[in-house]
C-alpha cells in the first residue's frame, strides 16, 4: 500500500506543524498582533502526531519536516523528536525554525540524528530584521546560525525575498555560501500572512531573483536536484556552499511534487494552496483505526490537484491565512 495521487505522484513527504503558536511577527506572514490561535486542546497531541506519521510512515512516507508557527515554542517539542526518532521507516526528520529558541538544544539535535534545519533569517542587519519580524531577536538567531553552522547537522538558510525590504541583501546572502557548507534558499514571497495581500512594490519572482545574482557574478553553475527538490539550485563556482530558489508563488515544481501537509489543528492539505481536506485529528478522536486512516489518506492523496493553480482556483475563499496557521 503506498501513496499514489492520480497523475502517478508517489508522496513520501510530511510537513507537520506542530503548533499555530509563533514568538515572532514576521510582516509577510501576520499581522502586528499576530493570529487567533486555537485553543491547546483543539492542536493535535504529541500521540496524534506521532500515530499519524507512523500510520503514513506504513504507506511509504519516509520524510517529516516539523514546522509550525515556532517548533520549538511548543513545550517539550523534544519528546516529540525524540519518540520520531524511533520510527526507523523514517530516513529523515528535519525542522524549520526562526533559530530564536534553539541554542541550548543544538547538541540535543545531533544526538538524535536531525537531518537538517532550515533556518529562517531575512536579515543579516540586525535592526531590519527586527522590522521583519517585529521582534528583538537577532543576535539570538545569529548566534543559532554559528553554532549550527559548527554543528553536524545539515543546514539550510531559508530567506523570503521582500520587495522593499531585504532585496539589497540578496548577494550577502550568496556571499554566506563562500566559506560555510551551507545553502541560502531564497523564497519567493507568498500571500499568506494573515490579511490576503502581498504588499508588493516590485515583484521579486525566481526570475527576478536569478537575474539578479546573475548580473553580480561573472559565473553561476547551474546544479541537478532532486526531482522533488522545492528550490531550484546553484553554486559560485569556488564556493563552499549552494544557493536555491523556492518558486513558491509562480508553483514551477508542481509537477514533481510528493509532498502533504498536516496543520497543527491536524487539517490534512494535499497542497500548500488548497483550504485543507478533511480533519485528521477529528477523524482520530472520533474513533478511526489505523486501517481507517490509511484508507482515508489513500483515497484523499488519489485526489492532490494537479498544481497549486488548480488548488488554489478550488478554494471557497481566498489564500489568505498565516503560513504559521498552516504550517510553512
Ligand atoms: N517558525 C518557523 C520559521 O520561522 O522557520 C517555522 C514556520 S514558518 C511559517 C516556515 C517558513 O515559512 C519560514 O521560512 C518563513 O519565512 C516562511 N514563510 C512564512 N510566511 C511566508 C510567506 N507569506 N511567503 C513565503 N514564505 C513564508
Known amino acids: 500500500m503506498e501513496l499514489r495521487d492520480k497523475f502517478g505522484r508517489k508522496i513520501s513527504y510530511l510537513r507537520l506543524a506542530v503548533?499555530?503558536?509563533c514568538n515572532l511577527r514576521c510582516q509577510y506572514c501576520m499581522p502586528a498582533h499576530g493570529i487567533d490561535i486555537v485553543d491547546r486542546k483543539?492542536?493535535?497531541?504529541?500521540?496524534?502526531m506521532y500515530r499519524i506519521t507512523r500510520v503514513l510512515s506504513e504507506l511509504g512516507v519516509n520524510k517529516v519536516r516539523l514546522t509550525g508557527g515556532e517548533?520549538?515554542?511548543r513545550k517539550d517539542f523534544m519528546n516529540l523528536l525524540k519518540s520520531l526518532s524511533f520510527n526507523n521507516k523514517l530516513d529523515e526528520i528535519n525542522i524549520t525554525t526562526n533559530g530564536a529558541l534553539i541554542s541550548n538544544y543544538i547538541d540535543k539535535l545531533e544526538a538524535l540524528n536531525i537531518n537538517s534545519i532550515n533556518l529562517s533569517i531575512d536579515s543579516l542587519q540586525k535592526e531590519k530584521f527586527a522590522k521583519i519580524t517585529r521582534r528583538d531577536v537577532f543576535d539570538n538567531v545569529y548566534d543559532t546560525f554559528e553554532k549550527l553552522d559548527k554543528s553536524n547537522l545539515k543546514l539550510k538558510l531559508n530567506v523570503v525575498v521582500q520587495s522593499g525590504f531585504n532585496t539589497d541583501e540578496i548577494i550577502n546572502f550568496v556571499e554566506l555560501s563562500k566559506n560555510k557548507n551551507i545553502s541560502v534558499r531564497f523564497i519567493e514571497e507568498m500571500p499568506?500572512?494573515?490579511i490576503g495581500q502581498r504588499k508588493?512594490?516590485?515583484?521579486?519572482d525566481y526570475n527576478k531573483i536569478i537575474k539578479h545574482i546573475k548580473n553580480h557574478y561573472s559565473e553561476v553553475d547551474s546544479l541537478q536536484s532532486k526531482k522533488s527538490s522545492t528550490s531550484i539550485n546553484?553554486?559560485?563556482p569556488t564556493y563552499k556552499g549552494t544557493f536555491g530558489i523556492i518558486p513558491a508563488f509562480t508553483r514551477t515544481i508542481c509537477n514533481d511534487c510528493n509532498?502533504?501537509?498536516?496543520?497543527?489543528?491536524?487539517m490534512f492539505k494535499n497542497c500548500l494552496f488548497d483550504s485543507g481536506v478533511f480533519n485528521v485529528r477529528d477523524f482520530i478522536r472520533n474513533g478511526a483505526s489505523d486501517n481507517d486512516l490509511k484508507e482515508l489518506f489513500i483515497n484523499t492523496v488519489h485526489h492532490k490537484p494537479?498544481?497549486?493553480?488548480?488548488?488554489e482556483a478550488a478554494r471557497k475563499n481566498d489564500v489568505s491565512e498565516s503560513m504559521s496557521t498552516i504550517g510553512g
Do not use: C, H, Q
Open 306 to 311: 494537479e498544481n497549486g493553480f488548480v488548488a
Open 259 to 266: 509532498r502533504i501537509r498536516i496543520t497543527a489543528t491536524g
Open 192 to 194: 499568506f500572512n494573515g
Open 200 to 204: 508588493i512594490t516590485e515583484e521579486w
Open 234 to 236: 546553484y553554486k559560485i
Open 42 to 48: 483543539d492542536l493535535l497531541s504529541y500521540k496524534e
Open 19 to 21: 503548533t499555530d503558536r
Open 71 to 73: 517548533p520549538f515554542v
